[in-house]
């Protein structure tokens, strides 16, 4: 137990790191991971706010030799700062437990004072009770669904785990050192911490109402608390502004991910506020309803019975201990009111400081049991609590598991290895081909003669010298379409008065162009998503005498009706299991666009070549719906 006791930090972030190695991808998953590996190893710029602190210890990351992949060696960085924090949430809980009269209420500490009386049972935990608690709580948080799947993957919240671990408990130091009327500078550690926590990531903000209040508790509202504020707030921003100075300096480079193009003051304004994304933060009380539903939902499969804990420590913390409860309420509280009324699909990341409240809360459900159940010994009982993360761990396991997970390699590979030398490859399927090609293209260097172009980036100014660095012949025949959009964009991007329809006027212009304009230098090729979507509602079109002919996984673009023979099918998908939509749009996806391949080819008389794609197809997906037009090529 001493041995424990000493080392309980290491343990647990031993035990997490080894239960997170069983999970962790191998390769590039959906969303931003490609991309944002790619701005790591290439020390590039990401998508709005930069995320420069995760990119700088990316890039020193990334120069350490490595046994496996640049993309597995940045994922394993993931899993270190995620286990990392989970060590320190469970020393920050540690340091409560011994600290905990400070966070009750005052009547009790001054009766303590008056009358020397003992501390209530919850303060005579001795050091071997704290530390398992401590333990417990920490895996509890550790096997939490979204905490978890963090560590799998390249991604900006593990760092901000890290991050939010560290901040809190620089908090908890700062307010009990103040408490104790210790002269400290704690503060301004505080200070030094939470600017690495908004250089990473502007899901910090969360934290700043629950700072002030245990800020203005130990410190009050006379004029020294305010100079101290004011000092510290000088201090905040210097080292902000230092760290995102990365930012200006790498754009002025030329990288290549350089999104925003942050050289100037607006353009950085810009990013670092994350200005394109602003149109779903508040956007309408039917998005927050939605979201609240899904969190609500989503909230048992977290934590399973570890719920029960936090509920049951959520009313005896207000009664004991009722200046945390009023501290880690606000956190909960404000996680949820922000992130409800953020209108995107992958939200679960931003509930991640609530779920750190809740794991707080725990702490206090766990001391209640212990007082309620006297009968049992103490280690009985810790064994008993270990049941509690252990349930979390076996219910969340293969919901979180990437051990196995090759399809977004696979089918970004297998699109890019079917398009002859140096063709464009047009669409804005972002979450599982563009991000994981820019880490294959630019890292691996594979088929990086193919111009994998954003329509959505399109839309952005920046985005056109992100592609004059990559690709400079295909932007040359629409320089002037080019000119006048930016110019009509301009407004727009400062949030001043503009012409809507001009803007899509001119953009609808561009991309028909881009088209007429690259055709005789390049193969034209369209994602499938922007041929159903776009091209159906009348929001793209391409030139007039052009038309399209399903290739393999894309469109080409054509202008006669002469046969185009294609590759084979000859790529193979490791499909270990789909349970997300995006694994179930891959598979729709490529089993559709050879369902549509077989049917050209026997349109075209190719009856042997059709009954190659539709057999394909059906191995991909088993229970796709094959057309009448086709199904004697296997059913009879």
Known sequence: MKFFTKYYLWISILITAIVYLTTIAPSVIQIDSGELATVQIKLGIAHPTGYPLFTMIGYLFS??????????????????????????????VKYLLDNLQFFSKEEIS????????????????????????????????????????????????SLQILLFSLIIFSLLTAFVKTSQKIENKNWFI???????????????????????????LSNGFDSKSFRKLFLMVIFFFVLLILIYSYLPIRAAQNPILNWGNPVDLERIMRHVSGFQYQVWLFSSMDSAKKQFSYFISNLPKEFYLS?????????????????????????FVFTIIYSINYDINDIDSYFLLSYFSLSYFVIFGIIWCIKKIPLLRMNYKILAFLLFPLI??????????????????????????????????????WDFFISPAYYFQFVEGHRKDIAVIDKELLRRSWYYNQIENSYPDILSGIKTEIDL?????????????????????????????????NFNKREFHLTPELVENEMRKGEFSLPEGYDLVPYLLTFKVVNSNDYVEAPLPDFNFRIDKVN????????????????????????????????????????????????NQIRDLVFN
């Open 485 to 517: 959009f930016l110019n009509a964009l301009k407004p727009f991007e400062r949030k001043e008065k503009y012409d809507s329809n001009l803007l899509e006027s001119l953009f609808r212009r561009i991309m028909t162009n881009f088209v007429l304009t």
């Open 110 to 157: 001054s009766k303590r004072k008056k009358n020397k009386t003992k501390s209530p049972a919850v303060f005579e935990l001795t050091e071997n009770e704290k530390v398992p608690v401590a333990f417990i709580s920490g895996l509890i948080l550790a096997f939490s669904k979204t905490f978890w799947f963090q560590s799998t993957s390249v991604e900006v919240y």
């Open 307 to 331: 719920l029960f804990l936090s509920i049951i420590g959520m009313f005896y913390a207000y009664k004991n201990h009722i200046r945390f409860f009023i501290f880690n309420i606000i956190i």
């Open 63 to 92: 120069l350490i030799p490595f046994f496996s992949s640049k993309i597995f060696q940045m994922n394993f960085l993931a899993l270190l700062m995620v286990s990392s924090g989970v060590g320190l949430f469970t020393y920050s």
């Open 392 to 429: 979390q761990l076996l219910a969340n396991y293969s919901n979180v598991n990437q051990s196995k997970n090759y399809i977004y390699e696979d089918y970004t590979k297998a699109i890019l290895n079917s398009l002859p030398q140096n063709s464009i490859v047009f669409g804005y399927q």
């Open 190 to 216: 505080f200070a030094l911490v939470l600017a690495l926590g908004f250089s990473n990531h502007m899901t910090t903000l969360l934290i700043l109402p629950a700072t002030a209040y245990l800020y203005f």
């Open 580 to 627: 997300d939509k995006y694994q179930t749009g891959i598979v729709n996806i490529v089993s559709s666009m050879l369902i549509n391949r077989a049917i050209y080819e026997r349109m075209n008389n190719k009856e042997d070549r059709a009954k190659i794609y539709v057999k394909k197809a059906l191995e991909i997906s088993p229970d796709i719906i094959v057309p």
